[in-house]
């Protein structure tokens, strides 16, 4: 019932044909590639450039091609230096951060430790693990001008873990003047320190984004690992090619029009996998969690009776089966912190695992005082991993008596959108999907859309003091034990005040041509240094 809309078989030669004029308008350009170039389809076209204004994955694929980050974390979940190395104080209350020689910025200005100042400011204003940092912080200054030094107000374990998170939202290191813009503003320029150059002159939203060799770059000596050590670009440039058809996207993954792509459909893996000239991987091992989130700011989702009848109504398996709909790939896990992890249980989740909810839920709606406002959910078409979610929920929402508006929209959209708090009649939206690596949601502290800061926090702008208050009892817990159970009692809050839906984990495979070598894996891919392409 719900398996996605599929497109029947079509002449390879005709699709074979649609892919080559869609690279030759992607690839038309005043500037000719020289030297080895890259050219991959990612899981969406890049719009936001600024990784600090948005969550989106794919402007955290951007921020680490031209950024840089003072430190990182390797394949065994250690903290390494990147731009700074660091000395903790022995009170555990003084951390000092001094920046490496040979850092500049691609305008060819020193980094300074003022630049770093700013960087995490901005970043911290707007990061879950970097606000909750910034509640134990009491000042980050510059001493001089290659020492950070940030002095807490009492010991914080997660400090080395907060600056160097991989992912969104990842405290990126910028200049000083494009770091004091309010994070509810995009930055102007995007000038980094990172080891390629964004090319604005070729930039063409939802069509092509441009990346060159950063010359001026000096890698560490260490070995590359995740997001920490060497950053050896060993290509000239590299080209993100726009393909929202993913027929189209093999078909020129096949024929080697195009180099790498992220996100490979599931039902061509078949096809994919008889094709000795491409190499397929699960480069994030960890998987993503998939999720439903509410807006809580206007009816009818102000409501947490009506929350909990949607809720109810909603079941993973549905929404798995038509996302992936492979075993292999799929899992049905009802933690808000993932499955396998320290914090992984399953409070709360009975109806949605089951899928045992929906009679449930018919009775919680009547009962809830919905007047049959209508959901609007907000629907993208063009990423793979999100066409399934939105068409999948407002199925089961209406089979609960809910009146649902599904929009169809694009991704880079909704990216847009959500960041709107207007009434759904003035541009808004009462619900939207989106997934989360599973480095950004395995604690409490790291899950972003876990919080309840109101309109201080995430999209849809859940308020709930005993969560807040439950995080901070979270890190100041004493042992491991103390914080699983902490977690599990946020957790049962989660639920039953339905912050957000956890839909099911997934594991997603990017293929890339064999004359690829050296491409990286990790908590957030695709990263691409590190990778070289054979003539």
């Not at 969406?44 to 600024?50: F, G, K, P, Q, V």
């Not at 390797?74 to 903290?79: A, Q, T």
């Not at 230096?81 to 660091?86: E, F, H, V």
């Not at 293929?511 to 690829?516: Q, V």
């Given at each position: 019932?719900?398996q996605?809309?599929r497109?029947g078989?079509?002449?390879?030669?005709?699709?074979?044909?649609?892919?080559?004029?869609?690279?030759?308008?992607a690839?038309?350009?005043?500037?000719?590639?020289?030297?080895?170039?890259?050219?991959?389809?990612?899981h969406?076209?890049?719009?936001?450039?600024?990784p600090?204004?948005?969550?989106?994955?794919?402007?955290?694929?951007?921020?680490?091609?031209?950024?840089?980050?003072?430190?990182?974390p390797?394949?065994?979940?250690?903290?390494q230096?990147?731009?700074?190395?660091?000395?903790?104080s022995?009170?555990?209350?003084?951390?000092t951060?001094?920046?490496?020689?040979?850092l500049?910025?691609?305008?060819?200005?020193?980094?300074?430790?003022?630049?770093?100042?700013?960087?995490?400011k901005?970043w911290?204003?707007?990061?879950?693990?970097?606000?909750?940092?910034?509640?134990?912080?009491?000042?980050?200054?510059?001493?001089?001008?290659?020492?950070?030094t940030?002095?807490?107000?009492?010991?914080?374990?997660?400090?080395?873990?907060?600056?160097?998170?991989?992912?969104?939202?990842v405290?990126?290191m910028?200049?000083?003047?494009?770091?004091?813009t309010?994070?509810?503003?995009?930055?102007?320029?995007?000038?980094?320190?990172?080891?390629?150059?964004?090319?604005?002159?070729?930039?063409q939203?939802?069509?092509?984004?441009v990346?060159?060799?950063?010359?001026?770059?000096?890698?560490?000596?260490?070995p590359?690992?995740?997001?920490?050590g060497?950053?050896?670009?060993?290509?000239?440039?590299v080209?993100?090619?726009?393909?929202?058809?993913?027929?189209?996207?093999?078909n020129?993954?096949?024929?080697?029009d195009?180099?790498?792509?992220?996100?490979?459909?599931?039902?061509?893996?078949?096809?994919?996998?008889?094709?000795?000239?491409?190499?397929i991987?699960?480069?994030?091992?960890?998987?993503?969690?998939?999720?439903?989130?509410?807006?809580?700011?206007?009816?009818?989702?102000?409501?947490?009776?009506?929350?909990?009848?949607?809720?109810?109504?909603?079941?993973?398996?549905?929404?798995?089966?038509?996302?992936?709909?492979?075993?292999?790939?799929?899992?049905?896990?009802?933690?808000?912190?993932?499955?396998?992890?320290?914090?992984?249980?399953?409070?709360?989740?009975?109806?949605?695992v089951?899928?045992?909810g929906?009679?449930?839920?018919?009775?919680a709606l009547?009962?809830?005082?919905?007047?049959?406002?209508?959901?609007?959910?907000?629907?993208?078409?063009?990423?793979?991993?999100?066409?399934?979610q939105?068409?999948v929920a407002?199925?089961?929402?209406?089979?609960?008596?809910?009146?649902?508006?599904?929009?169809?929209?694009?991704?880079?959209?909704?990216v847009?959108?959500?960041?709107s708090?207007?009434?759904?009649k003035?541009g808004?939206?009462?619900?939207?999907?989106?997934?989360?690596?599973?480095?950004?949601?395995?604690?409490?502290?790291?899950?972003?859309?876990?919080?309840?800061?109101?309109?201080?926090?995430?999209f849809?702008?859940a308020?709930?003091?005993?969560?807040?208050?439950?995080k901070?009892?979270?890190?100041?817990?004493?042992?491991?034990?103390d914080?699983k159970?902490?977690?599990?009692?946020?957790?049962?809050e989660?639920?039953?005040q339905?912050?957000?839906?956890?839909?099911?984990?997934?594991?997603?495979?990017s293929?890339?041509?064999?004359?690829?070598s050296?491409?990286?894996?990790?908590?957030?891919?695709?990263?691409?240094?590190?990778?070289?392409?054979?003539?």
């Open positions: 019932m719900f996605l809309m497109r078989p079509r002449a390879f030669a005709s699709k074979l044909a649609l892919s080559v004029v869609a690279l030759s308008t690839l038309a350009s005043p500037v000719l590639a020289a030297g080895k170039t890259i050219t991959a389809v990612m969406s076209d890049l719009r936001i450039i600024d600090i204004f948005t969550t989106a994955y794919i402007t955290r694929d951007h921020g680490y091609m031209i950024y840089d980050t003072l430190v990182a390797d394949s065994n979940f250690k903290i230096p990147q731009m700074a190395d660091w000395k903790i022995d009170d555990k209350l003084v951390y951060f001094t920046l490496r020689d040979g500049k910025w691609h305008d060819g200005a020193p980094v300074t430790a003022e630049d770093c100042v700013a960087s995490l901005r911290a204003a707007v990061d879950g693990m970097g606000q909750k940092l910034l509640d134990f912080t009491a000042s980050i200054e510059a001493t001089d001008a290659k020492t950070i940030l002095k807490l107000k009492e010991p914080y374990g997660l400090v080395l873990d907060s600056i160097g998170k991989p992912s969104s939202r405290a990126f910028m200049p000083k003047r494009l770091a004091e309010p994070p509810d503003k995009q930055i102007p320029e995007q000038i980094g320190s990172g080891p390629f150059k964004f090319v604005q002159s070729e930039f939203p939802g069509v092509k984004a990346y060159v060799k950063n010359t001026d770059y000096v890698p560490r000596k260490e590359s690992s995740w997001t920490s060497g950053k050896v670009v060993k290509v000239d440039r080209e993100w090619i726009t393909m929202p058809d993913s027929q189209t996207a093999v020129a993954l096949q024929s080697g195009i180099d790498f792509m992220e996100n490979l459909p599931y039902d061509m893996l078949p096809l994919l996998e008889a094709n000795k000239e491409i190499t991987e699960v480069s994030n091992k960890f998987g993503f969690q998939t999720l439903g989130r509410m807006n809580f700011l206007h009816p009818p989702f102000d409501n947490v009776k009506v929350r909990r009848a949607a809720f109810l109504a909603i079941n993973q398996k549905d929404v798995l089966d038509a996302l992936v709909g492979n075993a292999k790939y799929q899992k049905i896990c009802g933690a808000f912190f993932v499955c396998d992890t320290p914090f992984a249980t399953e409070v709360g989740a009975e109806t949605l089951k899928g045992s929906m009679a449930e839920a018919k009775k009547a009962e809830s005082g919905y007047d049959g406002t209508p959901i609007v959910i907000m629907a993208p078409g063009d990423v793979t991993t999100l066409k399934a939105p068409i407002a199925q089961l929402l209406r089979e609960a008596g809910f009146k649902v508006d599904l929009q169809a929209t694009d991704w880079q959209t909704v847009s959108r959500r960041a708090q207007k009434p759904p003035e808004g939206w009462n619900m939207f999907f989106t997934n989360w690596v599973a480095a950004d949601v395995s604690n409490p502290i790291a899950n972003l859309s876990i919080g309840g800061q109101g309109k201080k926090g995430w849809g702008w308020e709930n003091a005993k969560i807040e208050k439950l901070d009892d979270f890190v100041r817990a004493a042992s491991l034990d914080q159970k902490i977690a599990a009692e946020i957790q049962k989660a639920y039953e339905v912050i957000y839906i956890p839909l099911g984990q997934y594991l997603l495979p293929g890339w041509r064999k004359s690829l050296g491409v990286l894996d990790g908590p957030a891919t695709p990263l691409f240094w590190n990778v070289d392409k054979s003539e």
